[in-house]
């Protein structure tokens, strides 16, 4: 465990930049990157990576990165009303569990 860590035999994000740059080769690094990052924001990462790849290489370079943050924020915002309610679920559970933890404790 206190070894050295062995070197990988691939890198997913040079596969998927290798990828990326043959299907959409006017996008710099830095985009694909971003894209790759959106994607995760979403519940299907490899249908939107693909979606935000295309997308960005319609786009001229100076908006480019503006739209990947319109996206990402567009994705978090409908993803927002399920967020909070397993929040409120997880809370709830936990409230609970303490409830029990106590209840036990006074026996």
């Known amino acids: 465990m206190n070894g050295t860590p062995q070197n990988a035999f691939f890198y997913p994000y040079h596969i998927i930049k290798n990828l990326a740059g043959s299907i959409t080769p006017s996008l710099s690094n830095d985009i694909i990157i971003c894209c790759m990052l959106a994607s995760l924001q979403s519940n299907a990462p490899p249908q939107v990576l693909f979606e935000l790849l295309k997308e ?52």
């Open 56 to 107: 960005s290489e319609s786009l001229s370079d100076n908006c480019r990165y503006k739209n990947l943050v319109s996206r990402v924020k567009e994705q978090l915002t409908e993803q927002d009303e399920n967020i909070k309610k397993l929040l409120l679920k997880l809370i709830h559970c936990f409230l609970l569990m303490n409830q029990w933890e106590d209840f036990l404790n006074s026996l």
